[in-house]
């Protein structure tokens, strides 16, 4: 792992990720696309607004799949100093916050032809639009900063607090959604019980891989760009002291 | 024990001579609160039921407002470049540091709460809001005091910090509006009030160990 940390030796192996992981991203979507929107049946309550959902699911399993990893970075970061973990937080966060915001949209736009309202202030929902926050803190904060090494860890050590506090924070919103509103809208039945037929899964799936690869494709892309800004930055405080 | 004292002594006096927050903060909770009758109407019984979580969040804001200057003073006068040097655990300055600025920021606060309770109508004994106001106070200083030490190199500080610090906060105001909700329903409120001091035994150690840190890092 620590080789890694030297960005040329990280770039001759980011190269075949990024074609990789291209070319999957791209087979992946379309195929996950033909399948939710074509080949996979409609739901028989919900119709063909069902079909938001192979969006709305692998959008919010990627933001906190995101924050996941952006944490593991964090503590790599604040442990071993370790220089790539620093721009990959301040890389994946951005991205982690339009998935949130594409879940929290996507959510919206189902939640209105489903239960007639665009929002409820219901536990899962209010959880992903905290996360959203901590993902807004975390660009914020990282880049507050003068000097972008500091910034990272300032990042690094916020995104550790946040993770703390993340689970405190969503089973603290699942308890007051409990007191004050009885489970009224909240049926997610989609998910639970009876479980979710074959003919949805495997479209849900692909488009989860695919959002996945075209996750990693961004944050590579991301990843390039903080390595050539440091270097510019580099070079700029070697022009000025010479 | 006794760098403990001299810590807290200093920062009280501080506060004290430069003009004492621990006058103009419950000024302006009472402000926040006085807000909520102007603009929601003045009839008492919507007033009283939506009061615990009135008052939460007006706690909540008032101690989010002194927090930026918690550490910036002593890192820019070079407090803290000192102690750094001293072979006393700075973690041990943030602790002196964070319940002196509970007594003159936060207990405050908790002081005039069951009078702002009485003018919203929320009936419920002074020693429960209490309860439920002294742990929440503590909490807000002690994760509010993470997000302080976050910004202090950072730009445009005061507004990072209302964006670092409130969705931190956010289980404090539901637990502690929680078990104000229940005890005013009468029914038995234990269990959230419960939450916040148990997260004040978790937060207690564990806070200045970070905030230490924090300070370390900023300083390096």
Known sequence: ?242 | MNYFAAILRRDIKMDFRHGGQFLFLPAFFLLIVTLFPLGLGADPEPLRKTAPGLLMIAALLASLLPLEKLYADDLKDGTIDLLLLSPQPLSLYVAAKTLAHWMVAGLPLVIVVPALAAMLGLAIPPTHILAVFVPATILFVLVGQIAAALILNARRGSVLLALLAVPLYIPVLIFGSGALDLMQAGLPAKGPALFLWAGLAFALPVTPLVTAKLLRMQMD
Request: aromatic share 12%.
């Open chain 1, 1 to 242: 792992m620590h080789k890694y940390a030297n960005p040329k030796k990280y770039k001759a192996l980011s190269k075949y990720i990024l074609t990789a992981s291209l070319g999957l991203a791209l087979a992946l979507l379309g195929w996950g696309l033909y399948l939710a929107l074509i080949a996979s049946p409609p739901d028989y309550q919900q119709s063909e607004t069902v079909r938001i959902m192979y969006i709305h699911v692998p959008a919010a399993w990627l933001s906190m799949f995101i924050y996941a990893s952006m944490t593991v970075a964090a503590i790599v970061l604040t442990i071993w100093r370790h220089t790539l973990a620093g721009f990959y937080i301040r890389a994946a966060a951005p991205i982690g916050a339009c998935f949130t915001a594409a879940c929290l949209i996507s959510g919206a736009l189902w939640g209105q032809p489903t239960w007639g309202t665009w929002w409820v202030w219901d536990a899962r929902l209010t959880s992903v639009l905290i996360l959203f926050f901590l993902y807004l803190g975390a660009i914020a904060l990282s880049n507050a900063y003068d000097n972008p090494d500091k910034g990272n860890q300032a990042t690094a050590w916020l995104v550790i607090v946040g993770s703390v506090n993340l689970p405190i924070i969503k089973f603290s919103v699942d308890w007051w959604n409990t007191l004050h509103q009885p489970a009224s809208l909240t049926s997610f039945s989609r998910m639970a019980a009876p479980g979710i037929h074959h003919d949805m899964l495997v479209p849900l799936l692909v488009m989860a891989g695919g959002f996945l690869c075209l996750y990693v494709v961004l944050v590579i892309l991301r990843l390039d760009n903080e390595i050539a800004a440091r270097k510019i930055h580099v070079l700029r405080l070697k022009a000025i002291n010479g």
